[in-house]
């Protein structure tokens, strides 16, 4: 049982340059959450989903596009990256809003 | 508006000592639920505790207690005889009705051996 796993694990980009960031997730959960880490500003949702073929956007989604076509994945793209998008993304996912969200290892992105 | 208040940024105490970590929330639903999440150095979030808000019951696990009181609208957690390990960032959140978890800023918790 892995629980929540992010891949890559650190990246550097240079303005301008595309990536995805996978998240998955072995709990069946159906809700699942991209955040941004940054120093002083605790975390921040970006997107969210609460099942399969759905999305939705968190406080912070410009700039940022999801995609969930497997309940298990859960992917996060940023399509001209931009030296503001240097963070810790961390991936999570939830039984239900209610309860407590699990979340995956973080992938710390750079953008030079 | 919803929001998460720590207003403690960093605390250093010294090992076996007693620690309280503050947490003020502001909600205007009446249905939410509280978290406090520890992140420790090496950078992954653990989940610690979940509380609903209409359970004010306070909790203890171990060396950890939390305090909920609705009147003033905080989510205390206490470390008693605080150890190194302890040593972390640890976060309050609220979340709502919504799909979302609002994180206050963290407090990082320093234990001196």
């Known amino acids: 049982n892995a629980g929540v796993t992010q891949t890559p694990k650190f990246r550097v980009l240079k303005t301008g340059q595309s990536m995805t960031l996978l998240c998955a997730q072995d709990?069946?959960?159906?809700?699942m959450y991209w955040y941004r880490q940054d120093p002083g500003m605790g975390l921040r949702l970006i997107h969210y989903?609460?099942?399969?073929?759905?999305?939705a956007k968190g406080e912070v989604p410009d700039g940022y596009n999801v995609s969930r076509l497997k309940k298990q994945n859960f992917l996060l793209g940023l399509e001209s990256a931009a030296p503001s998008q240097t963070s810790v993304y961390f991936c999570?996912?939830?039984?239900?809003?209610?309860?407590?969200?699990?979340f995956g290892p973080g992938t710390r992105l750079t953008v030079t | 508006a919803q929001k998460v208040t720590q207003a403690q940024t960093e605390i250093s105490v010294v090992e076996k000592e007693d620690v309280t970590l503050d947490c003020v929330y502001e909600?205007?639903?009446?249905?939410?639920?509280l978290f406090w999440y520890k992140q420790p150095p090496s950078g992954e979030l653990v989940f610690l505790i979940r509380?609903?808000?209409?359970?004010?019951q306070n909790e203890i696990s171990g060396r950890y207690s939390w305090n909920f009181q609705k009147s003033t609208s905080s989510f205390n957690f206490t470390i008693t005889a605080s150890q190194v390990v302890d040593s972390a960032v640890y976060f309050c959140?609220?979340?709502?009705?919504?799909?979302?978890?609002?994180f206050g800023t963290g407090t990082r918790l320093t234990v001196i051996p």
């Open positions: 999570a996912s939830s039984y239900s809003p209610a309860y407590e969200q699990y």
């Open positions: 989903s609460v099942g399969e073929g759905t999305t």
């Open positions: 959140a609220l979340q709502t009705g919504a799909n979302n978890l609002f």
């Open positions: 709990m069946n959960h159906e809700y």
């Open positions: 509380r609903n808000s209409f359970d004010e």
């Open positions: 909600t205007r639903d009446t249905t939410y639920y």
